[in-house]
């Protein structure tokens, strides 16, 4: 192992094993693993002081501010108040003096009494109540083995939890949904009880044991719970839900406040009733021994615990999540969904979307349409781009979030054209998708295209052939499918396959057959690249769809130009890393393909017109003229790139939006050039940018951060 240990923060202490209810959808009897049956009802007392002792010395090498215990089950309270009493006891003197204990116990309540939170508040112990919401659905689920109803215990147990004495402890309500159940009666139901926070959980569920979906609609959780959100709003939020805050946080910059949602570390730990850690107690849904460790309290630190694989697996952040996850426009805020949701028995284990993939995305989505929170989050790197301070990370976010755009413009594609497309269209598509269940990685290269974003832009204005599509399908699948034919169209004699090169057709024929032997064979012809010291570059001279650059393309490369661009590229590209290291560093990053133009770009043109990572650029014999194109255009292309994620000025005054572009692009240019009047004409037009009022808080932000590089 290497690198420190993730210190545990949380740890869920089983108290008692059995439970007074029989909840049917119970992930602890109810679901794949079993392991209950073979554990102590009860936790002893060797247990007990073995689990304080281990967390007061976790805590005490780790330097922890505070930890957080929450007594489990089980039914908790069937431990008894004495037991409870003694755990509490142990608990806080071994962490006195060593951090501060937050102490907490997850009941269903219908044992809850006086004595017991007599006791509670006497150790500070919070209480969070199991409640699904109003009769009808609490009694869906909660129930006596005998089939009579646990809600009038509840009820009566909050009522006394409510009182002035005991309100303190009160923590909230946990309520799993169920989409059979009305969401409008289940939050007044709950609104009603006056709870300091609810919790709503999603039932837990795997690829191998989907959740209940009544109508086959496959968003239907989200659309529960966006209708709870919508009558919590009209009621003026009457309590906090972890839930919407925590999806309003992470779209906000801010951290995931559950377990659920977002990308942060995992720190908890259980430990069962007979000693054993375990990882999430969650895992229990995904297989029969999921959450095993292989150590107890008696015999192991939790520092060992902690670097169990289960437990470090969920601790990568983005890294950690499969390549579908990691492409998302709203993987920041979900993280992945919980880990339990992931799992899927066919060899992949949890490198999966969640289970609830489609219903996080459209939750996550309605949120920050109905609140625009997320319009005043910078992406990451902002002011790194804004100053030219390190541009890497910033050019890294941006390409993620162009590959989801263009995703979505592909599924617009689909959804106008593609039914009256014809069969190539249509084979394409389930190529793509079959590719993509292989590996979603494969279809990066796709949705990374900087022309592919062009051709379905031009597609959905009917300016250009869905056939296409099978062109940019192909190019993925002939060096993946060995042995495997692929449909290419044909257009004036070649099959293009893009990011890769062509081949010629000598046959008449609108439709070619390909197989990656295709690749080797005299009538191939690929695109030629330039690589080194950080450089790799696709010249691009043959994309049908490249010619957006608001000037006229070149053709074909001769071999003498060819010859021209290796030569003064290196140079060029050796001028820019020593001149401007940071901006380099995002070209690295985000520059991918140079399309040769036929004459100069147009000055006065804010957006560049190709995809991100493309650049129009005119061959030169002077590498310094070719290094000032290339940083000026791709300086143009990151600021279309970050308008697609945050407002920055008011779209509709195009003055604004030519005035930050050049400024920007300026901003790095003028140290390649070395003029000390162009340097103080852009001084001056920094300062007539900064007086602008159709700026907003991000784009002032922006522009304050283009004034730090100058």
Request: net charge negative.
């Amino acid at each position: 192992m290497t690198g420190p240990t993730a210190p545990l923060r949380q740890l869920v202490l089983k108290v008692h094993s059995r439970c007074d209810l029989a909840c049917r959808h119970c992930y602890v009897y109810e679901h794949a693993d079993q392991s209950w049956s073979s554990r102590p009802r009860v936790i002893s007392q060797e247990t007990i002081s073995w689990t304080a002792l281990r967390l007061a010395e976790h805590a005490k090498k780790h330097q922890l501010a505070s930890v957080q215990v929450i007594l489990h089950g089980g039914e908790p309270l069937l431990a008894g108040p004495a037991r409870l009493r003694a755990v509490c006891e142990a608990l806080t003197l071994a962490l006195y003096g060593v951090c501060a204990l937050d102490l907490r116990i997850h009941t269903n309540a219908v044992q809850l009494g006086e004595r017991h939170l007599d006791l509670f508040a006497e150790y500070g112990v919070r209480v969070g109540v199991s409640l699904d919401g109003d009769r009808v659905a609490n009694d869906r689920h909660r129930l006596f083995a005998n089939g009579r109803s646990s809600y009038d215990k509840v009820l009566r147990a909050i009522a006394l939890l409510d009182q002035d004495r005991y309100r303190h402890l009160y923590a909230g309500i946990l309520c799993t949904i169920d989409v059979r159940d009305d969401p409008v009666a289940v939050h007044d139901a709950l609104a009603a009880l006056r709870p300091p926070r609810v919790d709503f959980l999603l039932p837990h569920a795997t690829w191998d044991a989907p959740p209940l979906r009544p109508d086959g609609a496959e968003t239907r959780y989200a659309d529960w719970l966006l209708a709870v959100h919508r009558r919590w709003s009209e009621r003026g939020c009457p309590m906090p839900v972890r839930l919407f805050d925590s999806v309003v946080s992470t779209l906000g910059g801010g951290p995931g406040l559950t377990e659920a949602m977002g990308l942060e570390a995992a720190d908890v730990v259980v430990v069962e009733t007979d000693g054993t850690y375990e990882q999430a107690d969650s895992l229990k849904t995904a297989y029969d021994g999921a959450p095993v460790t292989g150590k107890d309290v008696f015999r192991h630190t939790l520092d060992e615990v902690a670097r169990h694989p289960g437990i470090t697996a969920r601790q990568h952040g983005l890294d950690g999540l499969c390549a579908e996850c990691r492409s998302c426009p709203v993987v920041r805020s979900c993280g992945g969904g919980l880990f339990a949701h992931r799992y899927r028995s066919d060899g992949t284990g949890f490198d999966n979307p969640s289970v609830y993939c489609a219903d996080l995305k459209e939750l996550i989505q309605s949120i920050d349409a109905r609140t625009g929170v997320s319009a005043t989050r910078p992406v990451e790197g902002f002011d790194a781009l804004a100053d030219g301070s390190d541009e890497g990370v910033g050019v890294r976010q941006l390409a993620r979030i162009r590959q989801d755009i263009t995703r979505e413009l592909l599924t617009a594609v689909r959804e106008e054209i593609g039914p009256s497309a014809g069969e190539l269209w249509e084979r394409s598509w389930q190529l793509a998708l079959d590719l993509g269940r292989r590996d979603g990685a494969l279809l990066e290269p796709l949705l990374a295209h900087p022309y592919t974003r062009t051709w379905a832009v031009r597609c959905l204005d009917e300016a250009a052939s869905p056939a296409h599509l099978a062109s940019l399908v192909a190019a993925l699948a002939l060096p993946v499918r060995v042995g495997e034919k692929a449909s290419v169209p044909v257009r004036d004699g070649v099959a293009y396959l893009p990011g890769l090169g062509s081949v010629r057709v000598h046959l008449p024929c609108s439709v070619v057959e390909l197989t990656e032997h295709h690749l080797q064979g005299p009538d191939w012809e690929p695109l030629h690249r330039v690589r080194g010291d950080g450089l790799d570059i696709v010249l691009d001279d043959a994309d049908p769809h490249r010619d957006c650059f608001r000037t006229a393309v070149g053709g074909r490369l001769t071999q003498g130009e060819t010859d021209l661009w290796r030569h003064v590229l290196p140079h060029a590209w050796a001028l820019i890393r020593k001149t401007l290291p940071a901006v380099a560093s995002g070209m690295t990053e985000g520059l991918r393909v140079i399309t040769p133009l036929a004459a100069p770009p147009d000055p006065e043109h804010f957006v560049p017109g190709g995809g991100f990572g493309a650049l129009g650029v005119r061959l030169d014999a002077a590498p310094e003229r070719v290094a000032v194109d290339l940083v000026r255009g791709f300086r143009l292309d990151v600021l279309d790139a970050l308008l697609d994620a945050c407002d920055l000025y008011d779209e509709s005054d195009a003055r604004t939006g030519a005035l930050l572009g050049d400024t920007y692009a300026r901003a790095a240019t003028d140290a390649l050039r070395h003029d000390t009047e162009a340097a103080r004409r852009t001084r001056a037009q920094w300062a007539e940018l900064s007086a602008v009022g159709s700026l907003t808080a991000l784009g002032r932000r922006f522009v304050e951060g283009i004034g730090r590089s100058l």
